[in-house]
């Protein structure tokens, strides 16, 4: 189909309006377009056919405005490219390969009842920037600049929110109420999207206010929730904290001022109203709950608030993206550069500027490529790890100069820079001892058994020395007031954010003792110590910026993988008859033997490297990252996963931007 054949279809649907065409009819308008799109099929013979349907008074009279922003926006988020049109659709972003799934509406309709997307509800936006995945808090654009605040209500960080009616779904893409108009985009492209949610187990609540205070009734720990404690507790805060624990209309108290005291600032902070939904989160996935429904108090209707994916009515519904956070199961469309894995909040500006300093080791390392058919005929078993980088030392992050550098060893690097002495990989003794287990029936068998580094989340590197000794540098350099030092010292000791053991031994953030403590500490006291300074309260507070620290200190190729990426290095085992080596690591004592092969040239994602294991975790788990972890599990190297490889890494090359080298 022409691409001006495809605007004016669009600009036909706009003429249609949602009061006053019955749904029966607005469905056959999308279905009609979707399916033409996906099949293939001649696209405005097909729709102008549905077109047809409609008395053409009723297309006349329409507003122009009323029934385009529900096609339009669920066409912006399909991310399917029409037939003639180069590239992606309206773009809108990765472009899904097309389904080998039947697409009619009866068909993808009996996916979504299988996977209980059965309940039809609304999303209104103004937003002018495509997306594939909702976002939850405030929005930023490419530069860093709000587009869209939050309503600061911790309810409003639990997930994506949606309207039961369309009607209440169009107050807001028209911004009709006058709250949206002092925190929504003033500009922008207004629709609806028509959306599927999950109806497994939907939790409701009789009214606003209940879902709120239920919000409310949890404990966290912030710096702004530990400072009214201890205000309210006339400067104790352990008598205060106890308080706060026992007393349920305390603790709401708190937890609302907190709220309100950090949406006052200059700069609105919400980090105390993600903590409750955080947590509020944590209850309601344990249970299974997969929808929140409340009455809305202000806009009217009922609303519900997606736990689960929300999919588009649109969508596929392929169980293979039975897991996936986007729309339609394919990428985010655009990445804002102040948000990314490497921290929980905001970055103050993008990776690309962040600055840090080196010394090159005496020794480079030398990496070197293998191809898939080099492995093929064995076995693979994920060596899991962070993404710290290798060689020489970090001297400097942000421009603040370490007074000892500070060594690399490594992450992936670690296999290329020690299989000389015999070791390929350096863990505590116990996952050692697994990875052996693990490999032994295989070399019984005469099987090879290959080792691909596999990239562990981009805050896992808080646990080896990389980070916690950069940290606890750049700490005691700090600028910052008597306060803040006690106020961080108290966050560390007692129980909160994930982390249920007390820390009373904690020597505190500024005291000579803090390097001996944390190189002994215990994996969640290192984890700890990062993610309490990975707080915008705190670098505002002139502490360390956990991000810039997290950046420094990780290989570059794996910024910006997906979790569970593997490739980038691969050894082989060889036990080499039981002897064992030093491992030459700060923060690993045991180490496994073996003989670096190479890496792939690339990260290679989990569903094709382990094409065999990774369906059943992901459709048996509902966390496949913790499951595939922990199971340990192996693929074998066969023609079909050679071919399988092969082929993506050829067209990841193909896809890669040219180098402008001849």
Do not use: C
Not at 79 to 91: I, Q, Y
Not at 537 to 558: S, Y
Request: proline share 8%; aromatic share 8%; net charge negative.
């Amino acid at each position: 189909m022409a691409e001006t054949d495809y605007r004016a279809l669009v600009e036909r649907l706009a003429r249609a309006a949602i009061g006053g065409i019955p749904m029966v009819q607005q469905a056959r308008f999308g279905n009609a377009l979707v399916g033409a799109l996906n099949e293939g099929a001649e696209t405005s013979r097909e729709a102008a056919a549905a077109l047809g349907t409609l008395p053409p008074s009723e297309l006349r009279q329409a507003p122009a405005n009323a029934l385009y922003p529900i096609y339009q926006g669920a066409i912006q988020n399909m991310m399917f490219t029409p037939l003639g049109v180069s590239g992606k659709a309206l773009g809108s972003g990765p472009v899904l390969p097309r389904s080998s799934l039947p697409m009619d509406e009866a068909s993808r309709m009996a996916r979504a009842k299988e996977q209980a997307y059965t309940l039809d509800a609304y999303h209104g936006t103004r937003s002018p920037n495509d997306f594939s995945q909702f976002e939850t808090g405030p929005i930023y654009d490419d530069a860093g600049n709000l587009l869209h605040a939050s309503s600061g209500d911790p309810n409003a960080f639990l997930g994506p929110h949606f309207a039961k009616e369309p009607a209440v779904a169009n107050k807001f893409a028209g911004n009709t109420v006058s709250w949206m108009q002092r925190s929504r985009f003033d500009e922008g492209a207004p629709r609806v999207m028509p959306m599927r949610l999950n109806a497994k187990n939907v939790h409701k609540f009789d009214s606003e206010e209940a879902l709120n205070n239920h919000i409310y009734d949890h404990e966290v720990s912030t710096p702004e929730v530990d400072y009214m404690i201890e205000d309210r507790a006339g400067g104790d805060l352990e008598a205060g904290s106890k308080k706060y624990e026992s007393d349920p209309e305390f603790r709401r108290s708190i937890n609302e001022q907190a709220v309100q005291n950090e949406l006052s600032l200059d700069e609105p902070s919400h980090e105390t109203a993600q903590a409750l939904a955080d947590a509020a989160r944590r209850g309601f996935d344990a249970r299974g709950v997969t929808t929140i429904q409340y009455p809305n108090a202000v806009e009217g209707g009922t609303s519900y608030i997606s736990l689960a994916p929300p999919r588009s009515r649109f969508a596929a519904f392929d169980p293979a993206n039975a897991e996936s956070g986007y729309i339609l199961g394919a990428g985010p469309t655009k990445n804002n550069p102040l948000i990314h894995a490497i921290s929980a909040v905001k970055l103050t500006r993008p990776i690309s500027e962040m600055e840090a300093t080196y010394k090159a080791p005496d020794i480079p390392i030398m990496e070197k490529a293998v191809t898939p058919a080099d492995l093929q005929g064995g076995y693979l078993i994920p060596a899991f790890g962070d993404r710290s980088r290798a060689g020489g030392f970090l001297t400097s992050v942000s421009g603040e100069k370490l007074k000892t550098p500070v060594p690399l060893q490594g992450g992936h690097q670690y296999m290329p820079a020690h299989s000389e002495r015999g070791a390929v990989w350096a863990s505590d003794p116990g996952v050692i001892t697994r990875l052996e287990n693990k490999a032994a029936p295989y070399l019984e068998q005469g099987k090879p058994v290959y080792l691909p580094y596999t990239a562990m989340a981009a805050d896992a590197v808080d646990y080896s020395h990389h980070v916690w000794d950069t940290l606890s540098q750049l700490a005691k350099q700090a600028d910052i007031s008597g306060r803040t030092e006690k106020m961080f010292n108290a966050k560390m000791r007692k129980p909160g954010a994930g982390y249920a053991a007390e820390m009373r031994d904690f020597p505190g953030i500024k005291s000579s003792e803090l390097y001996d403590w944390l190189s002994n500490a215990a994996g969640d006291e290192r984890n700890k110590f990062a993610h309490m300074l990975d707080s915008r309260t705190f670098m505002d507070k002139g502490l360390p910026n956990v991000a810039e620290v997290r950046t420094a200190v990780t290989d570059p190729r794996l910024l910006d993988v997906p979790w569970g990426s593997s490739g980038l290095s691969i050894s082989q085992y060889a036990p080499l008859g039981g002897a064992r080596v030093p491992s030459l690591h700060d923060s690993y004592i045991a180490t496994l033997l073996g003989k670096y092969r190479g890496g792939l040239g690339g990260s290679v994602p989990p569903e094709v490297m382990f094409p065999d294991v990774w369906p059943a975790i992901q459709s048996s788990s509902k966390s496949p990252m913790r499951a595939f972890t922990m199971r340990l599990t192996e693929q074998p190297t066969n023609q079909q996963w050679v071919d399988t490889v092969s082929q993506y890494l050829l067209n990841q090359r193909k896809a890669a931007p040219a180098s402008g080298k001849p």
